[in-house]
């Protein structure tokens, strides 16, 4: 069974550009969650999706956004950018997302660089 | 909300020395409490969670967490440190009535000294 895929897995843009990042669930999985890593910072939640709606939402800007598809793949979009956004984007995935027990799946991450 | 502390954002230890990494929860309500583990350039595994079954949980990798109410801690101890444990450790809550939304601490970088 695959993991979490996340892509791509490096970023480089520079201030104002936007950027959109993938993540493709566990198959099966219905959840799909984004958190921002920095140092310092640890993991800070942005949003969670299930069913193509958006159930929960971090304390982040409008500039982050998301969108889930029927297929469960997520999608974060992050417009302006600006250069304290560089961080370690990552998606977990869980099954149902509604069991406050459930595990967390995570993906690699995609490395956001903001020049 | 929830929020989650961290105590020692670095810790060392010998090799074959016990490891404890501390983790103080603030929660109104009976909370789930995780550890996640990540390894250089990969992504977050789960050690351990706690969901009221037992105070006392044990993980992968030989790692346990013990439930306090008294102290709100869930404290991840190894009573034997190896190379390969070398990681940054996640000390997570989690709530949520429409889904799950997961509080994580900033994080302990574990250095295991030869």
């Given at each position: 069974?695959?993991?979490?895929?996340?892509?791509?897995?490096?970023?480089?843009?520079?201030?104002?550009?936007?950027?959109?990042?993938?993540?493709?669930?566990?198959?099966?999985?219905?959840?799909?969650?984004w958190y921002q890593q920095t140092p310092g910072q640890g993991l800070q939640f942005l949003f969670e999706y299930f069913s193509e709606t958006?159930?929960?939402?971090?304390?982040?800007?409008?500039?982050?956004?998301?969108?889930?598809?029927?297929?469960?793949?997520?999608?974060?979009?992050?417009?302006?950018?600006?250069?304290?956004?560089?961080?370690?984007?990552?998606?977990?995935?869980?099954?149902?997302?509604?069991?406050?027990?459930?595990?967390?799946?995570?993906?690699?991450?995609?490395?956001?660089?903001?020049? | 909300?929830?929020?989650?502390?961290?105590?020692?954002?670095?810790?060392?230890?010998?090799?074959?020395?016990?490891?404890?990494?501390?983790?103080?929860?603030?929660?109104?309500?009976?909370?789930?409490?995780?550890?996640?583990?990540?390894?250089?350039?990969?992504?977050?595994?789960?050690?351990?969670?706690?969901?009221?079954?037992?105070?006392?949980?044990?993980?992968?990798?030989?790692?346990?967490?013990?439930?306090?109410?008294?102290?709100?801690?869930?404290?991840?101890?190894?009573?034997?440190?190896?190379?390969?444990?070398?990681?940054?450790?996640?000390?997570?809550?989690?709530?949520?009535?429409?889904?799950?939304?997961?509080?994580?601490?900033?994080?302990?970088?574990?250095?295991?000294?030869?």
């Amino acid at each position: 069974k695959a993991g979490v895929t996340q892509t791509p897995r490096y970023l480089i843009k520079t201030r104002g550009q936007q950027v959109t990042l993938s993540c493709s669930p566990i198959s099966g999985h219905r959840s799909v969650s984004w958190y921002q890593q920095t140092p310092g910072q640890g993991l800070q939640f942005l949003f969670e999706y299930f069913s193509e709606t958006q159930r929960n939402k971090g304390n982040f800007p409008g500039r982050f956004s998301g969108r889930q598809f029927s297929n469960s793949r997520s999608e974060m979009n992050v417009s302006t950018l600006e250069l304290g956004d560089s961080a370690l984007y990552l998606c977990a995935s869980s099954l149902t997302g509604t069991a406050l027990n459930e595990k967390l799946f995570f993906g690699s991450g995609t490395q956001l660089s903001v020049l | 909300a929830q929020s989650v502390t961290q105590l020692g954002s670095h810790v060392s230890v010998s090799e074959g020395a016990l490891v404890l990494l501390r983790c103080n929860y603030s929660s109104s309500v009976p909370p789930y409490l995780f550890w996640y583990v990540q390894y250089p350039n990969q992504g977050l595994q789960l050690l351990l969670k706690y969901t009221s079954a037992a105070t006392l949980v044990k993980g992968i990798n030989g790692f346990e967490a013990e439930f306090k109410k008294s102290e709100t801690s869930f404290h991840l101890t190894k009573p034997s440190a190896h190379m390969s444990d070398a990681a940054e450790y996640f000390c997570a809550v989690s709530e949520g009535r429409t889904g799950n939304q997961f509080y994580f601490g900033t994080g302990t970088s574990l250095t295991v000294i030869p």
